[in-house]
T-cell receptor, first 114, second 113 residues
Framework: DTAVSQTPKYLVTQMGNDKSIKCEQNLGHDTMYWYKQDSKKFLKIMFSYNNKELIINETVPNRFSPKSPDKAHLNLHINSLELGDSAVYFC?????????????FGPGTRLTVT | AQSVSQHNHHVILSEAASLELGCNYSYGGTVNLFWYVQYPGQHLQLLLKYFSGDPLVKGIKGFEAEFIKSKFSFNLRKPSVQWSDTAEYFCAVNPPSTDKLIFGTGTRLQVFP
């Protein structure tokens, strides 16, 4: 059983397009995250939702808009894609209410903007 | 700026060699500490974690890490590496009063048979 799943796994698109990445977790966790991993493998948090409410919003362009329809899903929509958006985007989840920040990661979505 | 540092960017070892990867952080107060591993083309997996108690933490696949509060360090060790340990290793810190993880820049480990 996949604990944290993401779709699509690969996404190739042109500059200026709008695209979405979806994430689902079946762990019953209350908190979900989006991370961006650049070409140098540096991993940086972008957003976090706790029980569908935004709790972390790092310095991310407004073109990125997360949406959490329910606790088990966190989607990421990106408008007007730019070359610099090319990266691997990882979704993660944790159970913050249990007092632990241990995060479980999805398989990643490799986004290539041409 | 507060940060997490991994000074070894690329480590190359032969099988059976011992491994130690450094991790230092600059946050004061009580922190939670993690090591994650990312095998080629895969997602991050938790190797081990430290919240409190015994500063020597044992994780999966024979890895261990030692928390030294006075040195703000959480170094990862393995007595004898295998070819299958080839991966990227990330140290992460949960700073006090936050709900996020701050990752180090990662260490690429290559193990040759």
């Amino acid at each position: 059983d996949t604990a944290v799943s993401q779709t699509p796994k690969y996404l190739v698109t042109q500059m200026g397009n709008d695209k979405s990445i979806k994430c689902e977790q079946n762990l019953g966790h209350d908190t979900m995250y989006w991370y961006k991993q650049d070409s140098k493998k540096f991993l940086k948090i972008m957003f976090s939702y706790n029980n569908k409410e935004l709790i972390i919003n790092e310095t991310v362009p407004n073109r990125f808009s997360p949406k959490s329809p329910d606790k088990a899903h966190l989607n990421l929509h990106i408008n007007s894609l730019e070359l610099g958006d090319s990266a691997v985007y990882f979704c993660a989840s944790s159970q913050l209410s249990s007092g632990t920040i241990e995060q479980y990661f999805g398989p990643g979505t490799r986004l290539t903007v041409t | 700026a507060q940060s997490v540092s991994q000074h070894n960017h690329h480590v190359i070892l032969s099988e059976a060699a011992s491994l130690e990867l450094g991790c230092n952080y600059s946050y004061g107060g009580t922190v939670n500490l993690f090591w994650y591993v990312q095998y080629p083309g895969q997602h991050l997996q938790l190797l081990l974690k430290y919240f409190s108690g015994d500063p020597l933490v044992k994780g999966i696949k024979g890895f261990e890490a030692e928390f030294i509060k006075s040195k703000f360090s959480f170094n990862l060790r393995k007595p004898s590496v295998q070819w299958s340990d080839t991966a990227e290793y990330f140290c992460a810190v949960n700073p006090p009063s936050t709900d996020k993880l701050i990752f180090g820049t990662g260490t690429r480990l290559q193990v040759f048979p």
